[in-house]
């Protein structure tokens, strides 16, 4: 009798249990998909290097499966007191009738448990299709040969996302037996009654309005500006606390606009004609009544989309910059830097056994000069214009020089520009930006220097874009001087070309074995190296881990955001279902009270991310500064990640809320009372 129970309940109340469903089979799908990434690359036919990074990826994100089975198993547990709370009348009637505690919570149990399965088995399904997009990305990624490629459905995977889940809904069953077990059958029964509103001040909401507005735009000036975010982080000892500062003022600012818009639009909205058209009235007092209501809850929601679309942003716009430096930086098999290398680094190559005239396609060796601080640095550029650069003018670090002649060579091999200087004029080359913005500053003032005796002054008013290593973005500044001026035997060598034939690996490994062999032959001998093929293996590496764990958080975010905001709204339309019960019986259209449904759903839905996307404007700004300063250059254009998952996850939580919504209205005449 119990199971039929059980069984029937479940088909009656199906679509009560539409967003918990949804939000089980989305949280399955996106555990095993990204559990899966480790399956998938172990049946790629790809080298030693990529199969030890997909490896390493795995291990992070299985650290990160942690973090996010916490995540899922309070959310499941916040959707199943929903459905407690919807159907509390309806376990009152069981216990008058006779049934104890202990058999309604047999009852519940079952339910859970059969609703587990199903919402679990279509999860797996859905994530099994879905790994077969991701197994392509990472095959992409990796260089991996697509003729072995073939559908793979991961047990280990499907094991680990079953175990995780049936923890969650072991402690999903607890809190149902306690839930009964504390429950009064008076209040299971009791209706709730609808408490009317106090209407905030209307001068008081505008004053807060309008202050919240302002506290969130000093917040945004203060870290979208590099300037006043390095002020910042240095105020603080370098320890980033400072950034509580803007950011705890953002938060206080987002539940100000909460508290006070809803009083302000409805005022405003009183004095237009529309107010008075259909439904209108209702549904503005609806909304304002939910807004009223949910003050803090849309407040949490709206910063925590916030975080969603910052993370999945930032880090489609990391993995796109990785793309990017590497076409910028790579542009030649490989370069390589030798010190103290007593004569011309080919020279010491060959005599510990490799012969570059056979081994390269072509190349060039030039020489990089070291000068000390004391010979020139950010102070000399900057002269008296040290403002606000007084951390940079304290830096003790040694500067490269290079004749104009060997940056023409290298620069001729990379395919970048070449110039001309004067015999008395000199260029700075540099590719790390914030370190160009600091050379820029003195630059515009075209500052005259001396350099071994002689007197030069600036070709240009700002640096010019280049590097003589293939560094990816991290070249502070390099000085480029007429052939003259340098001269000694106070240098390193840089080694810039292309490998001879296709068997490019096998040339780079007999490279790497004669490098080592000339350490231990060469006193002081020591050299540094940057390959195309060693830079391929890092970007993607790199590239792969951040994007994965980006979208892997950030779509767990955006699924606990959506969900709460869906089971809020659907409390508040709970506790209105007699307000429909009155317009009912006054003869109100079904489909005009549909249509106010609507309203309501796409606006508690889209308020919360308007503000969301207006503080992502400046998060991902304060993300690019942040990158920036790293070597990245942040890139705007892969955002369709983010409004790819905005449109399926959270259009998908709006259509499911409006239908449980009209469910929850249009059923409320049958409900007990």
Known sequence: MIYKIAYNNIKKSIKDYAVYFFTVMLGVAVFYVFNAIGTQGAMLKINKSSSQLITMMTNVLSGVSVLVSIVLGFLIVYANSFLIKRRRKEFGVYMILGMSKKKVSYILFIETLLVGLISLGAG??????????????VAKM??????????????????????????????????NVISISKAQIITLLRKKENQSMKMRNPLLCTIIFIAGVMILGYAYAMVIDYNRLVKLIDATGNTGSGLLIPIGMGMVSTFMIFYSVSSLATQFIKKTKSYWKGLNSFTFKQLSSQIHTMTVSLSIISILLFITITILGTASSMTASLN???????????SYTAWHAKSDFPT?????????NKEFKNYVNVRAYNLSEQEFGYKQLLGIHTKGYEKWTKMLMQWNAMSISDYNKLAKMYHHKQYTLGKN???????????????????????????KGHSLQAA???????????????????????????????????LAGNYAGKHKQATEDRLMAVLKKSKTTTKNFDYTYSTKIINIQNTVGIGALVTFVGMYIGIVFLITSAAILALKTLSQMIDSTSRYEVLRKMGTEESMMNHSILKQVLVLF??????????????????????????????????????????????????VTY???????????????
């Open 324 to 334: 990017n430096s590497y076409k910028e930086n790579t542009v030649a098999d490989f």
């Open 425 to 451: 004029q000199y260029m700075m080359i540099c590719d790390y930006e914030p370190s160009g913005r600091v050379l820029n500053t003195g630059l515009k003032y075209k500052p005259a220097i001396t350099i």
């Open 124 to 137: 797996l399904v859905i994530g099994g299709l879905l790994s077969q997009i991701m197994g392509l990305a």
């Open 460 to 494: 240009y008013d700002h640096y010019q874009t280049g590097f003589i290593e293939m560094s990816a973005g991290y070249n502070i500044g390099v000085l480029i001087v007429p052939d003259h001026v340098l001269t000694g035997s106070d240098y390193k060598q840089v």
């Open 606 to 655: 889209i308020f919360p991310l308007i503000l969301a996307i207006i503080h992502s404007v400046a998060g991902m700004k304060f993300s690019s500064v942040i990158l920036s300063s790293s070597g990245f250059k942040a890139d705007i254009h892969t955002t369709w990640l983010v409004f790819a998952a905005l449109a399926v996850i959270y259009g998908g939580y709006i259509f």
């Open 348 to 356: 010491v190559l060959k005599k510990n056994g490799f012969d570059v």
């Open 142 to 175: 990796f260089a991996a040969n697509m003729t072995a490629y073939r559908f793979t459905f991961s047990l280990p995977a499907m094991l680990k996302t079953m175990e995780y889940f049936g923890i969650m809904y072991l402690f999903v069953m607890i809190f």
């Open 659 to 673: 239908q449980m919504s009209k469910n929850i209205c249009n059923t409320s005449k049958t409900t007990i009372h």
